[in-house]
Every structure is written in structure tokens, then in C-alpha cells.
């Protein structure tokens, strides 16, 4: 299964290393991880998509939540909440390529942000489903760059992460 | 008043009431080193090699309730402790190692003696800081002493760059920390102890299996009450031997890979089973699906959630510290009217009496060559079982904790869940510190002792009368072990040629050899040693059985129910 956790921690030097070597000394799957401050700049909040058997996140969680950095561990996927990851794609865009290009990025509600005669950069925002679609979507021999933040996640509604 | 980096450590520790600090000086801790110097409130003991320093912390913890300290400096005197610190962290004992490091506009670069200690560290102690500014050095040492024995203890690493050291500050000592990030649980859910307690009292073939948690909270007097209320059978783990008194009939003897069979099979074959600051480990439980095939009731108290559930799923979890949650158990079941049932207890303790028959502990003795476990049984005669006593690993670790049976906690003392060679006689040090009347034993072999046989010239310069008992039978026994039951005999590496006379060895550093070769000189020897050169470190050279095994063994992935006996090989 599929989980989504959210960490808030101290935001201390060797904090990210703690947690990512938490994961890699325990043989526990990152499939992707996010991490910035928060609107407290001494705390940093962090998402962590991982595989794992619902023992396995258990301990994840537990583990997680006995280093002395980690102040808050939910996982967003035990209920409703939101995903999103933000996608930057460069794209040869040329001859008949340019127009189809600009329509398939509209379709997914993608924005063009840096224009050159042979080049565009769509930026796409949404979940990892939408990404992929869109990656799908587009003539692969086209792709020049892709680079993509991780998820980040948020619980919908009551469901809050705050010290 | 302004204070130095350098004063402010020796300031803390004061404030902290250390009394003794393990370590060895180098480049980056000079400063501090000046300043332990200057006073005398904190004596610092010299030794030889810096994982010894933390062995003998770690010693001084374990045999008390106090902090051991060890002081190192930068790169390798940081790389060296490494080995002594994962040691502490597997056994969770609570230690504070304070590391020199290069200065902070150094730290990069590789400069001379840079290691970075915070990154080699991390996943060897509770917590590490590195610290950047002087302003933060006593705040960061008082938090290193509170997280190391608060919650679930264990090694706390501070790295203090050499330029913190000369820089200035005010100095201020602060009373209490608390953390946001941080709180230890204490109490237990209420409603989870009636459940247990509940469980407790129905169960007709109920098994009390406790770890080191028990001896590092301090709950032996608690544990044996509840023990003694109930009248059920208990068993513990090598960390846990000395929490409830091994002379009592009520006790199993130790569980697990070398356990008794009574207690292998009662922790098999129980309904109800109370899991008291222990993990369940490898080592313990042999595979976990042989063990789950059993259906049973399993309450597991722990001061750290991540150790419930982790090997085994459990019926009850109660998350708190050991002694606070026993005290509510006893409360709730002298309050309870049920009461355990007597004919089902009854019957149990006869199938217990069953299986205890088979004396899994027995082993032949004849007249011409001395039996190692024979070594042990008169050591324990000798000291009327009140030593403390360190090991080091491998079979003499087994064979030490299956025959001296420990009354008191805190008087076994052994790498456990690491398995460090060589860290029995920094050990012992550290227990000769922290008591300085005290008898000291150090059980050994001809392999573990040479991992850190330097530490006998510490002993000489700290008069330290450890008595060393080297079982020596020319193997790395529990390896040849091993390769006899599992690899054919090959006996690969396993053989040690070329072994130094230990006698001459122990003559050479200042100290008293003996070496005893027949059985009928082994009581004699120990005499001599323990008496006639009480306030002398005596190495006892026992040379013993070269063929000897530890028995009963339950293969690693076989079941505790799958052992193999004495006899059967």
C-alpha cells in the first residue's frame, strides 16, 4: 500500500539526513520525499510517499517518531486529504509539434513559462496520476528535461499538522 | 563572568555531578583538557584506546544508576569509540561521549584529524549534536544528560569543534530542559493494565519473559513482587538475567538461543504471556512464524512503542515506563476479585517440573581436563554469587550467564545485543569505579581478551583488581561452534595459533598470572586469586575443554521448541 506520511521537525542542521538514513538503515521504501520550512522558520515540514505493508508503515511511524527532531508524524492517507506535485518539462517544440504541444498542455492545465523558437518549459501542478498522464500524453522523443518536486500533502478540512 | 568553551564543559559536568570521566586527550580537546587539569572535582581515567573509554562509560552505567562519560577527540579518537557506542545504543544504556572537532572554519575541508563524527554517528546513538556556537554549549550538554536516561536511555554524543572551546560566553547551567519535540511516556493506558490484568488472571499457563528494560528502569523490586503475587513461572533474556533472583524456584533460568529447556518450552507453550521491557528479538524467540503458531495472549509493557509490534503482534501494548506501569498492575490485581486459578497453575507448574527434569544444563566432567562451565559454577561458589561480573563474547558469555545465577540486577554485565569482543574488561573497569570495593569478575576467552588486552596497563596505573577468567580453549569457540554444527566441520579461521603466555602477558603489564590446567586446581586457583590476591588484578588462564559446546542451542530460524540438547549431538 501506498501512504503518504508528514513530518514536522526541528529545522536543524542533519535533520533530512536523520530521517532519509532512518529509511535506508532500516530497508524501508522512499518513493519520494519533500521538504521545506514552514511558516515557522524553526520548523520544517516533510512528505514522505512510501510502500509498505500496513506493519510496515506502523513501524515507520513508531521509528519516525522516536527521533528526538521529530515533533509531529501523521499519515495523510488514513484519511481524507489532498496531493500535489509540481512538474517542470522541457519540450522541443517545433514545426506542427509547437501548436500540439500548446494544446496538450492546456488540456492539463499546464503553463508555459519559458518560450524559445525551438523550446518550451510546461509547468504542471497535481497529483502523481496527472503527471504521468501528461508525460503519456506528449510524443516521448520530444522530452528534453523533466524534473519533479516529490508530493507534498495536506489533510482536507479539521485535519491539521501544527505543534 | 564570562567562561571559556573548555570551562563551560568541565562546568557542566560539574553541575552534573560526574564523577568520572573515561577518555584520552588529542588535538582538538586540549583545551578541555587543560581545563580538567586545573581542577579535581572530575577525575578523568586514562585509557588505552578510546573504544575502551566508552566500554568502561558503559560499564559504569550499567553496574549504576549514574551517566557514564567519556571524553575523545576528533577523527580517529571519534572512529575508534564508534564500536563502544553501538554497544551502549543495541543495550540502550545511557552514556554522554563528548567528541573534540576540528575547528568550525576546518569542518570540510579535510583537515588533519577530521571525521565527521555527527554523520558516523547518527545511527549508533539517541541523539548527537554538533555544536556552532558557544552560546549554546550548556544548554546542548544539559540536553544530552536529560535525553540519555530519560525515555528509552541510550549513548548521547556531543561534538564540540575546537574554536567553541576558546570562545567565550556567559555561562549559565539551566536547571530543566524541556523539548517540543520530546516526551517520554510514563504512565500506562489505564484501560489497557485492566486488560492486561484481566488476561493475567484468567490464564492457566501464563510465562513472565522480561529484558534488560526491567534492570535499566530499575524495577526488580516490582517485577518480583508482581512475580511472587502471581506465583507464575518468569523467564529473561541474557540482558535481563539479575531482575528477579535466579536462586528462586520460581525462575526458569534464561530463554532463547542457549536458554534453559524448561523456559524455551514454557515460553512456547504458554497462553498468556507478560512481556516486560524485552524485544522479542532473534535471539530470543528464534524464528517468529514457528513462534506465532502457538495461539496466545501476549501483553507487552515498553517504554518505547517501536518495540511493540515489531517482531510479533501483540494482544495488549502498553507504552510506559516499566516500574510506574508495574506499580498499577499490582495496585489493580490485589484490588481484583478473581484471583489466578490454582488447579490450572497447578498443573502447569507440574508440566514445567516436567521439563525441568530433563536438566538441559548438565554436562560431563571428568578428571583430566577442565570443563569450562565447571570454571564458572566455582566462580560463583567462590564469590557467593555476589560479584559483578563482565564478559565478553562468545561461548564463556553463554556459559557465564547459564551458570551463575544472578540474585541481584545490575551485577551481569555483557554486550548483548552488539556482541562486542573485547568489551568485558574496559567494563570492568568501569564497575570498579562506580564501586570501588567491589569484586570484579571478567569472564573471557583467549579471542575477546585480546580485542582490548591494552586496557590491562589502565588497570595497573588505577590499581584496579579485576580478576580475569580467561577460558581458554584455542578457538573462537562459538564460531567453531558453528562451523562443528553447520558447516562441516570446516573449522575456517576459527583456530587461534600463536597465542601469547597470558601468564607472562599479565607479569609483563605489573599484574598476577596464574594458569590452571586440571580440574582439581580450578577451586584453589579461584581462592588464590580472590583471597590471597584480592587487591590485585589476577589474570586466571583456565585451560579448557577445546571441544566444549553450549547447550541447549536452538539453530538460528528454528523454532524455541526446536532444541538441540547436550546429548543428541
Given at each position: 500500500m501506498r501512504h503518504i506520511i508528514s513530518i514536522l521537525i526541528e529545522n536543524e542542521s542533519g535533520a533530512l539526513s536523520r530521517v532519509s538514513g532512518l529509511f535506508s538503515a532500516r530497508g524501508y521504501n522512499i518513493e519520494s520525499l519533500t521538504v521545506a520550512p514552514t511558516e515557522d522558520p524553526s520548523l520544517s515540514r516533510m512528505t514522505i510517499i512510501s510502500i509498505g505493508s500496513e506493519e510496515i508503515i506502523e513501524q515507520i511511524t513508531k521509528q519516525l517518531n522516536k527521533l528526538i527532531d521529530v515533533v509531529k508524524v501523521v499519515d495523510l492517507s488514513e484519511a481524507a486529504h489532498i496531493e500535489r506535485e509540481l512538474m517542470l518539462v522541457k519540450v522541443r517544440a517545433t514545426g506542427k509539434d509547437r501548436d500540439e504541444m500548446k494544446r496538450i498542455a492546456d488540456i492539463f492545465r499546464g503553463?508555459?513559462?519559458?518560450?524559445?523558437?525551438?523550446?518550451?518549459?510546461?509547468?504542471?501542478?497535481?497529483?502523481?496520476?496527472?503527471?504521468?498522464?501528461?508525460?503519456?500524453?506528449?510524443?516521448?522523443?520530444?522530452?528534453?528535461?523533466?524534473?519533479?518536486?516529490?508530493t507534498c500533502g495536506i489533510g482536507r478540512g479539521d485535519r491539521i499538522l501544527k505543534v | 563572568m564570562q567562561l571559556t568553551g573548555a570551562e563551560i564543559v568541565i562546568r557542566c559536568l560539574q553541575e552534573e555531578k560526574v564523577e568520572h570521566v573515561f577518555g584520552y586527550p588529542g588535538g582538538s580537546v586540549l583545551f578541555i583538557y587543560d581545563e580538567l587539569f586545573k581542577q579535581d572535582q572530575v577525575k578523568h581515567i586514562l585509557v588505552r584506546h578510546e573504544q575502551a573509554a566508552i566500554h568502561a562509560a558503559d560499564g559504569y552505567s550499567r553496574s549504576s544508576t549514574k551517566i557514564g562519560v567519556a571524553l575523545v577527540t576528533s577523527g580517529p579518537g571519534a572512529t575508534n569509540a564508534v564500536t563502544g557506542i553501538a554497544t551502549a545504543y543495541m543495550d540502550s544504556i545511557p552514556m554522554v561521549v563528548i567528541s573534540g572537532q576540528v575547528p568550525t572554519a576546518y569542518i570540510g575541508?579535510?583537515?588533519?584529524?577530521?571525521?565527521?563524527?555527527?554523520?558516523?554517528?547518527?545511527?549508533?546513538?539517541?541523539?548527537?549534536?554538533?555544536?556552532?556556537?558557544?552560546?549554546?554549549?550548556?544548554?546542548?550538554?544539559?540536553?544530552?544528560?536529560?535525553?540519555?536516561?530519560?525515555?528509552?536511555?541510550?549513548?548521547?554524543?556531543?561534538?564540540?569543534?575546537?574554536?567553541?572551546?576558546?570562545?567565550?560566553?556567559?555561562?549559565?547551567?539551566?536547571?530543566?530542559i524541556s523539548m517540543r519535540s520530546y516526551n517520554p511516556v510514563v504512565k500506562g493506558h489505564t484501560g489497557q493494565i485492566k486488560k492486561a490484568v484481566q488476561l493475567l488472571l484468567e490464564a492457566k499457563r501464563p510465562v513472565i519473559y522480561t529484558g534488560g528494560g526491567v534492570i535499566l528502569s530499575d524495577a526488580?523490586?516490582?517485577?518480583?513482587?508482581?512475580?511472587?503475587?502471581?506465583?507464575?513461572?518468569?523467564?529473561q533474556t541474557l540482558m535481563g538475567l539479575g531482575a528477579y533472583p535466579a536462586t528462586d524456584r520460581q525462575f526458569l533460568g534464561m530463554l532463547g538461543m542457549h536458554g534453559t529447556y524448561e523456559a524455551n518450552m514454557a515460553m512456547q507453550d504458554c497462553d498468556v504471556l507478560l512481556a516486560i521491557g524485552a524485544r522479542f528479538d532473534d535471539r530470543v524467540i528464534g524464528n517468529p512464524d514457528h513462534f506465532c503458531q502457538v495461539a496466545r495472549k501476549i501483553i507487552h509493557i515498553d517504554i518505547d512503542p517501536s518495540s511493540i509490534s515489531k517482531r510479533v503482534r501483540v494482544d495488549v501494548p502498553?507504552?510506559?515506563?516499566?516500574?510506574?506501569?508495574?506499580?498499577?498492575?499490582?495496585?489493580?490485581?490485589?484490588?481484583?476479585?478473581?484471583?489466578?486459578?490454582?488447579?490450572?497453575?497447578?498443573?502447569?507448574?507440574?508440566?514445567?517440573?516436567?521439563?525441568?527434569?530433563?536438566?538441559?544444563?548438565?554436562?560431563?566432567?571428568?578428571?583430566?581436563?577442565?570443563?569450562?562451565?565447571?570454571?564458572?559454577?566455582?566462580?560463583?561458589?567462590?564469590?557467593?554469587?555476589?560479584?559483578?561480573?563482565?564478559?565478553?563474547?562468545?561461548?564463556?558469555?553463554?556459559?557465564?550467564?547459564?551458570?551463575?545465577?544472578?540474585?541481584?540486577?545490575?551485577?551481569?554485565?555483557?554486550?548483548?545485543?552488539?556482541?562486542?569482543?573485547?568489551?568485558?574488561?574496559?567494563?570492568?573497569?568501569?564497575?570498579?569505579?562506580?564501586?570501588?570495593?567491589?569484586?570484579?569478575?571478567?569472564?573471557?576467552?583467549?579471542?575477546?581478551?585480546?580485542?582490548n588486552i591494552q586496557e590491562l596497563s589502565t588497570c595497573k596505573q588505577f590499581h584496579l583488581p579485576v580478576k580475569i577468567l580467561c577460558l581458554n580453549n584455542g578457538y573462537l569457540g562459538m564460531v567453531r561452534q558453528w562451523q562443528q554444527m553447520f558447516h562441516g566441520n570446516r573449522y575456517a579461521e576459527s583456530y587461534v595459533d600463536a597465542l601469547p603466555d597470558f601468564v607472562k602477558l599479565a607479569e609483563a603489564y605489573g599484574h598476577v598470572g596464574i594458569r590452571v590446567t586440571k580440574p582439581a586446581d580450578v577451586e584453589p586457583a579461584i581462592r588464590e586469586a580472590f583471597v590471597k590476591h584480592k587487591n590485585e588484578l589476577v589474570f586466571l588462564d583456565f585451560l579448557t575443554d577445546k571441544t566444549a559446546n553450549v547447550f541447549p542451542m536452538v539453530a538460528a530460524g528454528k523454532g524455541l521448541s526446536e532444541m538441540i540438547l547436550a546429548e543428541e549431538l
Open positions: 503553463r508555459i513559462i519559458d518560450v524559445t523558437e525551438s523550446t518550451y518549459v510546461v509547468e504542471l501542478t497535481g497529483n502523481t496520476a496527472k503527471m504521468s498522464a501528461f508525460l503519456d500524453a506528449i510524443d516521448r522523443s520530444l522530452i528534453l528535461e523533466t524534473v519533479r518536486t516529490g | 575541508q579535510d583537515a588533519f584529524q577530521e571525521a565527521d563524527t555527527v554523520g558516523i554517528t547518527r545511527p549508533c546513538v539517541k541523539h548527537n549534536f554538533l555544536v556552532k556556537d558557544v552560546k549554546d554549549l550548556a544548554t546542548t550538554i544539559k540536553k544530552a544528560f536529560y535525553l540519555a536516561k530519560t525515555g528509552r536511555p541510550g549513548p548521547v554524543l556531543v561534538d564540540i569543534p575546537k574554536d567553541i572551546t576558546v570562545q567565550k560566553c556567559e555561562f549559565h547551567y539551566p536547571k530543566s526488580s523490586d516490582k517485577l518480583t513482587k508482581l512475580t511472587r503475587m502471581l506465583g507464575y513461572p518468569i523467564t502498553i507504552v510506559g515506563n516499566v516500574p510506574d506501569v508495574l506499580d498499577e498492575i499490582i495496585k489493580q490485581i490485589e484490588a481484583a476479585e478473581g484471583k489466578p486459578v490454582e488447579k490450572h497453575l497447578a498443573a502447569w507448574w507440574k508440566q514445567i517440573e516436567e521439563w525441568r527434569k530433563v536438566d538441559s544444563l548438565k554436562y560431563k566432567m571428568g578428571s583430566d581436563i577442565i570443563m569450562p562451565q565447571y570454571v564458572v559454577e566455582k566462580l560463583y561458589e567462590v564469590t557467593g554469587g555476589d560479584a559483578f561480573v563482565c564478559s565478553d563474547v562468545g561461548q564463556h558469555q553463554m556459559w557465564a550467564a547459564q551458570y551463575y545465577k544472578f540474585d541481584k540486577p545490575r551485577r551481569w554485565i555483557n554486550s548483548g545485543g552488539l556482541g562486542t569482543m573485547g568489551f568485558g574488561l574496559p567494563a570492568a573497569m568501569g564497575v570498579r569505579f562506580v564501586h570501588p570495593k567491589a569484586t570484579v569478575a571478567c569472564i573471557t576467552g583467549e579471542g575477546s581478551i585480546q580485542m
